[in-house]
């Protein structure tokens, strides 16, 4: 992941930028981005799915860096607020290469999606359809998908499944509301249904449960057709597809994947006398994930009876992801060699709560002290895009590193920003 390199023993690399000088540079908590990674991602995405159209997820992470290089990439986005997809299109990425998604799409992220001319907006529920209509107008013309639950079990935590009914996202297609939903829509004329959407959830790294999409996805299509004389140009696969987050676990296989899913769309949709539809991908955490490092120096070491804590500048306002869902990560020690006898331990944040844990059971250098940099692999996604704003710590800043130079893409929020936006009293 973000192709880390060793010049010298300790001295841990990425981009070709010491990663103590960017603590240097930058201060920690940073987080660092190899360009090259990014782009790499992108385009294996591209030689796998050469037929599809690979939307980033932008929840993952985004900022107009990012927007930039999905764009040069040939990558189209997937947003779900007004928020994403203004910093999108105002950094010049075209509003038709992106759809946005939402199971509660507020007054102004429909707005914004008008006016800026979104390319598909995905239905999660009946009242919006008609809400939609009204916003788009007799005259207006918006192109729409419908996001169905195909009822499938996957992905890495429950917190993040979402083909089953027992979650917010969708409409069910056992229980018919897809059906209801989609008859409904092909009644307003100023919306075009382009196709079928469903996410299953996340951290998947297992093929099947794409598969069986599929062939729930194609077997609703067929009726449709049957019932409506619809073709469907379009089936949204949504994204999901895991990574590593420590040396041996395993990601999902995307040469494998995009075989597997090319053939059992084919073979699917033959079985059901369609004509095979365009594959749509939405892929996040696999574009951004493995292509960031977090930086934090160490603040405290302590022992206690049988733990020991080594406690960072960071913690879970900058990656709730531990604690939300008991992700584990593999945090080391940077920029000296640090002693061979290794111990394990807990790193744990600075904030007042002992949930407050990054990592545990760490091996790291007994001579661990205060002053050290520990560097975290694989946070380049869900950890800036999720941070908050406990304890008024500020959010850590974003650099980009490319053939050794680093660069600032976004600025550490400041206690400034935080009083500024305090107008109370
Ligand atoms: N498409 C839709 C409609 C989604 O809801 C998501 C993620 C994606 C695509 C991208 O999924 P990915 O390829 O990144 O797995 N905060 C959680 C992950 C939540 C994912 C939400 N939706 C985490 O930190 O693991």
């Given at each position: 992941?973000?192709?880390?390199?060793?010049?010298?023993?300790?001295?841990?690399?990425?981009?070709?930028?010491?990663?103590?000088?960017?603590?240097?540079?930058?201060?920690?908590?940073?987080?660092?981005?190899?360009?090259?990674?990014?782009?790499?991602?992108?385009?294996?995405?591209?030689?796998?799915f050469?037929?599809?159209?690979?939307?980033?997820?932008?929840?993952a992470?985004?900022?107009?860096?990012?927007?930039?290089?999905?764009?040069?990439?040939?990558?189209?986005?997937?947003?779900?607020?007004?928020?994403?997809?203004?910093?999108?299109?105002?950094?010049?990425?075209?509003?038709?290469?992106?759809?946005?998604?939402?199971?509660?799409?507020?007054?102004?992220?429909?707005?914004?999606?008008?006016?800026?001319?979104?390319?598909?907006?995905?239905?999660d529920?009946?009242?919006?359809?008609?809400?939609?209509?009204a916003?788009?107008?007799?005259?207006?013309?918006?192109?729409?998908?419908?996001?169905?639950?195909?009822?499938?079990?996957?992905?890495?935590?429950?917190?993040?499944?979402?083909?089953t009914?027992?979650?917010?996202?969708?409409?069910?297609?056992?229980?018919?509301y897809?059906?209801?939903?989609?008859?409904?829509?092909?009644?307003?004329?100023?919306?075009?249904?382009?196709?079928?959407?469903?996410?299953?959830?996340?951290?998947?790294?297992?093929?099947?449960?794409?598969?069986?999409?599929?062939?729930?996805?194609v077997?609703?299509?067929?009726?449709?057709?049957e019932?409506?004389?619809?073709?469907?140009?379009?089936?949204?696969?949504?994204?999901?597809?895991?990574?590593?987050?420590?040396?041996?676990?395993?990601?999902?296989?995307?040469?494998?994947?995009?075989?597997?899913?090319?053939?059992?769309?084919?073979?699917?949709?033959?079985?059901?006398?369609?004509?095979?539809?365009?594959?749509?991908?939405?892929?996040?955490?696999?574009?951004?994930?493995?292509?960031?490092?977090?930086?934090?120096?160490?603040?405290?070491?302590?022992?206690?009876?049988?733990?020991?804590?080594?406690?960072?500048?960071?913690?879970?306002?900058?990656n709730?992801?531990?604690?939300?869902?008991?992700?584990?990560?593999?945090?080391?020690?940077?920029?000296?060699?640090?002693?061979?006898?290794?111990?394990?331990?807990?790193?744990?944040?600075?904030?007042?709560?002992?949930?407050?844990?990054?990592?545990?059971?760490?091996?790291?250098?007994?001579?661990?002290?205060?002053?050290?940099?520990?560097?975290?692999?694989?946070?380049?996604?869900?950890?800036?895009s999720?941070?908050?704003?406990?304890?008024?710590?500020?959010?850590?800043?974003?650099?980009?590193?490319?053939?050794?130079?680093?660069?600032?893409?976004?600025?550490?929020?400041?206690?400034?920003?935080?009083r500024?936006?305090?107008?109370?009293l």
């Amino acid at each position: 992941p973000a192709s880390t390199t060793e010049p010298h023993p300790g001295e841990l690399a990425v981009g070709g930028v010491p990663l103590a000088e960017i603590a240097e540079r930058f201060g920690t908590p940073v987080y660092v981005l190899d360009e090259a990674e990014v782009r790499d991602r992108c385009r294996t995405y591209r030689d796998a799915f050469p037929e599809a159209e690979v939307l980033y997820a932008a929840k993952a992470f985004l900022c107009r860096a990012m927007v930039h290089w999905m764009e040069e990439e040939g990558l189209g986005l997937d947003v779900c607020s007004a928020g994403e997809l203004e910093l999108a299109v105002t950094t010049g990425f075209p509003a038709e290469k992106i759809v946005l998604h939402g199971n509660a799409k507020s007054p102004r992220d429909l707005e914004t999606a008008l006016r800026l001319g979104v390319g598909r907006i995905v239905i999660d529920s009946p009242s919006e359809i008609a809400r939609l209509a009204a916003a788009v107008g007799p005259e207006g013309h918006q192109k729409v998908m419908v996001r169905v639950v195909p009822g499938i079990h996957a992905g890495g935590h429950e917190k993040i499944r979402t083909g089953t009914e027992d979650q917010k996202f969708g409409l069910s297609i056992s229980d018919g509301y897809a059906q209801h939903a989609i008859a409904r829509i092909l009644d307003q004329p100023q919306l075009e249904l382009t196709g079928l959407h469903c996410h299953l959830g996340s951290q998947i790294t297992s093929v099947k449960p794409y598969l069986q999409a599929i062939r729930r996805l194609v077997g609703l299509m067929a009726r449709l057709h049957e019932q409506h004389g619809l073709v469907l140009p379009e089936l949204d696969l949504g994204g999901g597809h895991g990574i590593a987050y420590r040396p041996g676990e395993q990601a999902m296989d995307l040469t494998t994947l995009a075989r597997k899913v090319r053939a059992e769309l084919a073979e699917a949709c033959a079985s059901a006398g369609i004509a095979v539809p365009r594959l749509i991908i939405e892929p996040g955490r696999a574009i951004a994930g493995p292509a960031g490092v977090a930086l934090y120096h160490v603040l405290a070491v302590k022992r206690t009876g049988s733990h020991t804590f080594v406690a960072v500048d960071g913690g879970m306002s900058d990656n709730p992801r531990p604690a939300l869902y008991g992700v584990r990560y593999e945090p080391r020690l940077v920029g000296r060699h640090g002693s061979s006898t290794l111990h394990p331990v807990t790193v744990v944040g600075r904030h007042c709560e002992a949930g407050d844990v990054l990592a545990t059971d760490v091996d790291l250098p007994d001579d661990v002290r205060p002053g050290d940099l520990l560097a975290v692999p694989v946070a380049g996604a869900y950890h800036l895009s999720m941070a908050s704003g406990y304890n008024m710590v500020g959010r850590p800043p974003v650099t980009a590193v490319k053939q050794g130079h680093a660069r600032l893409l976004v600025r550490r929020e400041s206690l400034d920003d935080i009083r500024r936006r305090d107008v109370g009293l």
